[in-house]
């Protein structure tokens, strides 16, 4: 690529006149004043990075990748990076998703020739842009014109499109007129204005690391057949749960790092000497089963507590976590629900679920945790979730939920694509995101995936449950995923959706572009927001936020907004 910005390759065309310090203003006919396209947005825009190896860019995709690859095209005289050869009348070339404001302004631009040695023809080519809504849907599909593509002779194709009301993300493709190949370099996506960023810090993406974190009352005493673990004693796998906590705190403290534990209902107990009865003590006789999963037909005949030895944390440990829980809060880690009964989801109904909900508030509340605002689902179970249950979750104060179906398409929940948030289809308040299970074995895995989520500026939850961590290669595999998070905003899943539906309350005002770009930046949020980073239009020479001067870094600007607060900042052109 020989422009690390979309607005250079506008120039091309006639479409813009150069300003001092790579300013670039397009004016319309009826537009004034002009209008300011800001940096490349797209993630691996000069098609470098290929670290699966599938001949694809990284975060690209193509209808029949067979008519797309990457090459270094010789007749680029001058061009430094690589280019992408497109083929084939049907295929096209797709972008990594960016995060998008409605009604803001989105311009592609590159440059393209065509290239078909038999045949020295020109062709046509044109850009699709695809928006995407909340619930991860492709609601809307623009097409741009027609645009020529000269026979070995690079031209400039360029397309705008404003998002419309209910947009979240933005794809742009690329769609050949012919069979010609035709050849695509120095791509780029900016938006018009000021870009709010979709993450604190000036990171590009958001990462969660959390657990699931059982005593053995969880998953462990009620395993079913597909754990690996399911042979293992479960009081081994307790005290390995226990002690995996520890060295996760150790890790997460030593990094300045507030996971996320996905805690069941036992975990809070110091213990149960006075035989108290959980949630009516139920038998789960109609799913508990051999055709569930279970490895026989002993809980479908048992009261799912049944195995409580009615002691305390000091003669029976493996039971109850009540002191970690408080050495846990403590330390400033963030504790979630993982039900209090570790049962499958999508097989109870909605009064299980208001159960489960009524005794895991109670325990965590004696222990002065708050109530959950995120959930884990035990065994990633929310297939045959019914609309009801889905109802006391947002009922209960859920905002969040993770772990759940990855197996069969028809119940997929979360983004695995893309790692976009992804809003519950029918439910608005709740989001659902997209997590990896991390081992030593999956970490070349996971760590693509976060290259995935990193290009499209998406949010990943890196988990494992707290009894795998008590091996060096467990600890080192999680000591590499923390050693890669620079690009990302660590942080715990609540906070991370938080922070996403707080932007949807940010507005940015122009006030005025001459001689100075002004505009004001509006917090219609309640609370406070630390790190907002704004992407300018252009590398100003300086910054003021009212009167007072402040400190860009390039085309990045991070500010601490108060709450209902609104900022006046001037950018002075060099």
């Known amino acids: 690529m020989r422009y690390g910005r979309i607005a250079g390759l506008i120039v091309v065309v006639g479409l813009a006149l150069g300003l001092a310090g790579g300013i670039i ?36 995709t193509a209808l029949d990748r067979g008519g797309v690859r990457v090459s270094d095209f010789r007749f680029a005289k001058g061009a430094a990076g690589r280019s992408v050869e497109i083929d084939g009348i049907n295929n096209y070339l797709a972008s990594p998703f960016i995060a998008v404001h409605a009604n803001a302004t989105y311009r592609v631009a590159f440059r393209a020739l065509a290239d078909n040695p038999q045949k020295p023809s020109p062709t046509r ?102 754990d690996p673990e399911n042979s293992v004693n479960p009081l081994l796998r307790a005290q390995r749960m226990r002690s995996g906590a520890e060295e996760i705190l150790r890790l997460f403290t030593a990094g300045h790092i507030r996971g996320t534990w996905y805690a069941t209902g036992y975990n809070f ?89 009524e005794a895991w508030i109670a325990v965590a509340k004696a222990m002065g945790i708050p109530r959950a605002t995120s959930l884990a689902f035990p065994w990633s179970w929310t297939g045959g979730m019914q609309w009801d249950s889905w109802e006391v979750l947002a009922a209960n104060g859920i905002s969040s939920v993770t772990r759940t179906n990855t197996r069969q398409p028809r119940f997929r929940i979360a983004d ?42 998406g949010a990943i939850d890196i988990w494992a449950h707290t009894e795998e961590v008590t091996s060096p290669e467990q600890r080192a595999a999680w000591a590499e995923v923390i050693a890669a998070r620079g690009p990302f905003w660590v942080a715990s899943i609540p906070d991370i959706v938080a922070w996403s539906h707080s932007l949807k309350h940010v507005r940015i005002q122009l006030q005025g572009e001459q001689p100075t770009y002004r505009f004001k930046l509006v917090n219609d949020n309640a609370d406070a927001l630390r790190g907002l980073t704004l992407i300018l239009p252009f590398t100003p020479d300086r910054v003021t936020v009212g009167r007072q001067p402040v400190t860009a870094a390039g085309d990045r600007l991070q500010l601490d907004v108060a709450g209902r607060t609104t900022l006046e900042v001037t950018l002075w052109p060099a």
């Open 125 to 226: 080519i044109r850009v699709r842009f695809h928006w995407r809504d909340a619930e991860g849907v492709e609601f809307s599909n623009v097409a741009g014109t027609w645009q020529t593509v000269p026979h070995r002779a690079w031209a400039t194709i360029s397309s705008s499109a404003a998002a419309p009301i209910g947009a979240a993300h933005l794809s742009i493709s690329i769609h050949p007129g012919s069979d010609d190949r035709i050849v695509v370099d120095e791509l780029g996506l900016g938006q018009v204005g000021v870009r709010i960023a979709p993450w604190p810090q000036g990171k590009q993406a958001a990462m969660a690391l959390s657990f699931d974190y059982e005593t053995a009352m969880g998953g462990l005493i009620h395993s079913r057949s597909d």
């Open 416 to 457: 695995r694509d893309t790692y976009a948030l992804r809003q519950l289809p029918g439910h608005d308040t709740i989001t659902v995101v997209a997590d990896e299970y991390l081992t030593p074995q999956s970490l070349r895995k996971v760590k693509q995936r976060l290259e995935i989520a990193r290009l499209n500026e």
């Open 269 to 357: 107990l110091m213990g149960n000497r006075e035989h108290r009865v959980f949630m009516g003590n139920p038998t789960y006789s109609s799913w508990a089963t051999v055709a569930n999963g279970w490895p026989t037909a002993y809980w479908a005949s048992t009261p799912w507590f049944a195995a409580d030895p009615y002691a305390d944390e000091r003669s029976a440990p493996e039971w109850y976590f009540g002191s970690q829980i408080a050495g846990l809060k403590a330390a400033g880690q963030d504790i979630e629900s993982h039900t209090f009964a570790h049962f499958a989801g999508g097989l109870v109904g909605p009064a299980d679920w208001r159960a489960d909900f």
């Open 25 to 60: 203003v397009r004016r319309g006919a009826t537009q004034s004043p002009a209008t300011l396209t800001g940096p490349n947005l797209l993630g691996n825009n000069d098609f470098a990075a290929d670290a699966d190896g599938d001949g694809l860019p990284d975060g690209w």
